[in-house]
């Protein structure tokens, strides 16, 4: 409505520089007559008698025009650099969405390999029985249980020393099938907490729901030893270990200290409660 305002004090200026012109020209005529003279001093005069009157009048004319003109301009410019603005503004969120919706796209084909991986696992139980997929976990955990058994029982040094020292024992029997497990699952952390999303704990959330508590325990200890220690801070951030049923260790009183409880959760409270129950 303003600009249609601006657009039409234009028009009317216009016009009452017209009317004003004609005014002039018929006071003239009507004094002097509307006859042209031959005179070249009687034009002299017409010319000084109109440029005294319309001229100052179509200047300051002008001058008013000027004004509202910049002043349409800048209204004009302002409502470009808004739509510029909203047009940025909008791409920005496109691209972000963009970005995002790349994220979940590989952060699920990332998940669906995690499966895959689990899926074509295979050992040999000590009865020799062929066990395949999620179910080796639970044979995995027994073996590396029966393991760090003897680090409790402290006959090389110190607990932690002991413990690494087993550790290193299983994973030198095991390590050719859970190696694969591990790097990938260490990739997906480490995808979740590089990528530029908001909601990193949502997506760990997920990633911790696809593995089973046997799963965990594994992770838990590899996290411990050297083959696993890029993972532990992430493990501690994304509180890996949130549902953790800690009874499943080996040592709980002693082995759930050596993570920080952020790497708990919500559990840590409960966790530091149940810990009582061993001192």
């Given at each position: 409505m303003k600009e249609k305002s601006s657009y039409l004090s234009l028009w009317l200026l216009f016009l009452f520089a017209t009317m004003f012109g004609v005014v002039v020209l018929h006071f003239y005529a009507k004094q002097f007559g509307n006859e042209l003279s031959p005179d070249q001093a009687i034009w002299a005069q017409f010319g000084d008698y109109v440029g005294g009157l319309l001229g100052p009048a179509f200047a300051f004319l002008g001058l008013i025009a000027l004004l509202i003109?910049?002043?349409?301009?800048?209204?004009?410019?302002?409502?470009?650099?808004?739509?510029?603005?909203?047009?940025?503004?909008?791409?920005?969120?496109?691209?972000?969405?963009?970005?995002?919706?790349?994220?979940?796209?590989?952060?699920?084909?990332?998940?669906s390999l995690h499966h895959e991986i689990v899926n074509g696992l295979s050992v040999k139980s000590e009865h020799g029985e062929v066990i395949s997929g999620r179910k080796c976990f639970r044979n995995f955990q027994e073996d590396?249980?029966?393991?760090?058994?003897?680090?409790?029982?402290?006959?090389?040094?110190?607990?932690?020393?002991?413990?690494?020292?087993?550790?290193?024992?299983?994973?030198?029997?095991?390590?050719?099938?859970?190696?694969?497990?591990?790097?990938?699952?260490?990739?997906?952390?480490?995808?979740?907490?590089?990528?530029d999303v908001a909601d990193k704990k949502e997506y760990s959330g997920v990633l911790r729901a696809q593995v089973s508590n046997s799963e965990?325990?594994?992770?838990?200890?590899?996290?411990?030893?050297?083959?696993?220690?890029?993972?532990?801070?992430?493990?501690?951030?994304?509180?890996?270990?949130?549902?953790?049923?800690?009874?499943?260790?080996?040592?709980?009183?002693?082995?759930?200290?050596?993570?920080?409880?952020?790497?708990?959760?919500d559990q840590a409270e409960q966790i530091e409660s149940t810990l009582e129950r061993y001192y």
């Open positions: 003109t910049i002043r349409i301009q800048s209204k004009e410019l302002a409502l470009s650099s808004n739509e510029l603005k909203n047009s940025a503004t909008a791409l920005s969120q496109q691209s972000r969405s963009l970005q995002h919706q790349n994220f979940e796209n590989r952060f699920f084909n990332m998940l590396l249980s029966g393991y760090l058994k003897e680090a409790a029982l402290g006959h090389q040094g110190p607990y932690e020393q002991c413990l690494l020292y087993e550790y290193e024992h299983f994973h030198r029997h095991y390590g050719l099938e859970l190696n694969h497990y591990f790097r990938n699952f260490y990739r997906i952390l480490k995808y979740i907490d590089e990528a965990l325990v594994l992770l838990f200890y590899n996290g411990l030893s050297p083959h696993g220690r890029k993972m532990k801070p992430l493990a501690e951030r994304y509180a890996l270990f949130e549902n953790f049923e800690i009874d499943a260790l080996s040592n709980p009183d002693q082995d759930m200290h050596f993570y920080n409880y952020g790497a708990y959760g």
